[in-house]
Each structure stands twice: as structure tokens, then as C-alpha cells.
T-cell receptor, first 112, second 111 residues
Framework: GEDVEQSLFLSVREGDSSVINCTYT??????LYWYKQEPGAGLQLLTY?????DMKQDQRLTVLLNKKDKHLSLRIADTQTGDSAIYFC????????????FGAGTRLFVKA | NAGVTQTPKFQVLKTGQSMTLQCAQD?????MSWYRQDPGMGLRLIHY???????DQGEVPNGYNVSRSTTEDFPLRLLSAAPSQTSVYFC??????????FGEGSWLTVV
């Protein structure tokens, strides 16, 4: 079945860039997402990219998609302590989103 | 803005007890779903609904029931709680634009 893989942990220093990587298996994925989960809270959508795009930039966030390698990355520029959270990569092959497949989440630690 | 509202936020159950996690959304979304989150496993889909009166099973449906009598509400029932159902549960709803909105989660412990 479909699968989304990502590293479980990433540690960076405040002010550095963070790069969180993700690979997925479903070649029919149409929508690819990054969600952020802060402690004790639900998931919040950070950004998403359509499969016909290579890159999307939104302020400090840059999403890169390599569709050939089924690789998605999220770069956070000038990482701040407030960026410490779990980041989930997710993919969906269709509209509606209810069959979205989530990765296990990457826990980002930001050291002051 | 209410969005997706889940209750209760915390619950402790004894093995064999039943309970219902409530979920309501005020965004008129057609699609609603329940996920469970376990350490190192991401979110797994339990059940989902594509509209009032229509539900279907997700990846891990055993031990759970759902119903969708209205567009707004999508309760999740644990029929006979087991320790393996200790988890964090998230209700979500989505629109045709494919953005998923999550509730704040319900922390369930089964002892």
C-alpha cells in the first residue's frame, strides 16, 4: 500500500536552516502537504504543493518536490525556537483529502 | 471561529467500558474522518465519511463504530475499550480544496 517515510528527529541551532525530508510511494499522489503539530495540540496545515509543481515558497518556508524520486522536502529558513514541533509529511491521491496518508512525523529540536 | 471541536480532551477508561468521542464542525464540510496517533506511527485513519449517512472504514477500524446523521457531527464509539486503544484521537474535516482541518485531539487511556 501507500507509504510515507520521514526521519523521526532533527536538531538544529537557532538561526540555521532546517531541512526536513520525506519520501512517498504513491505515484498517483496529487497533493503533498506539510503539517505542524505543537505539543498537546492538533495538526495545523503549514503548506501544500500540487504534484505538477517543483517548488513553492511561503515566507520562511520552501517546499521542494522531486516527483521522479518521490521526494518532498521542507526548508525552514532562520529557524526559531518557536519552530520546535513535529512536522508531518502527507500525501493524497484525490480530492476530499479523507484518504490522506501521513508520515510518522519529524520532531524538530531547535537549540538556542 | 470554532472549526473542528472534539470532546472530551482527556479520558481514562477501564478495559471493557464503552464511550463516545464527539466531533463537530461548523464549516459545512462534506468529508470528515477520525485518526489515531501513536508514537512513531504518524496518523492512521480509523473511519471516514463523505457525507451525511455515508461512512466507510479506514486503515484501522476494528473496535470502533461511527455514524454520520448530520453534516456537522461525526461521533466515534469505542464498543469495548482495550489497552491497545490507548492513543490520541483526532477528528478532521475537509473541503473540496483538500485542506484538512483537525480538532485539538482527545487523549484516551485504557487501563
Amino acid at each position: 500500500g501507500e507509504d510515507v517515510e520521514q526521519s523521526l528527529f532533527l536538531s538544529v541551532r537557532e538561526g540555521d536552516s532546517s531541512v526536513i525530508n520525506c519520501t512517498y510511494t504513491d505515484s498517483s499522489s496529487t497533493y503533498l502537504y506539510w503539517y505542524k503539530q505543537e505539543p498537546g495540540a492538533g495538526l495545523q496545515l503549514l503548506t501544500y504543493i500540487f504534484s505538477n509543481m517543483d517548488m513553492k515558497q511561503d515566507q520562511r518556508l520552501t517546499v521542494l518536490l522531486n516527483k521522479k524520486d518521490k521526494h518532498l522536502s521542507l526548508r525552514i529558513a532562520d529557524t526559531q525556537t518557536g519552530d520546535s514541533a513535529i512536522y508531518f509529511c502527507a500525501e493524497s491521491p484525490n480530492t476530499g483529502g479523507f484518504k490522506t496518508i501521513f508520515g510518522a512525523g519529524t520532531r524538530l529540536f531547535v537549540k538556542a | 471561529n470554532a472549526g473542528v471541536t472534539q470532546t472530551p480532551k482527556f479520558q481514562v477508561l477501564k478495559t471493557g467500558q464503552s464511550m463516545t468521542l464527539q466531533c463537530a464542525q461548523d464549516m459545512n464540510h462534506e468529508y470528515m474522518s477520525w485518526y489515531r496517533q501513536d508514537p512513531g506511527m504518524g496518523l492512521r485513519l480509523i473511519h471516514y465519511s463523505v457525507g451525511a449517512g455515508i461512512t466507510d472504514q479506514g486503515e484501522v477500524p476494528n473496535g470502533y463504530n461511527v455514524s454520520r446523521s448530520t453534516t456537522e457531527d461525526f461521533p466515534l464509539r469505542l464498543l469495548s475499550a482495550a489497552p491497545s486503544q490507548t492513543s490520541v484521537y483526532f477528528c478532521a474535516s475537509t473541503n473540496a480544496g483538500n485542506t484538512i482541518y483537525f480538532g485539538e485531539g482527545s487523549w484516551l487511556t485504557v487501563v
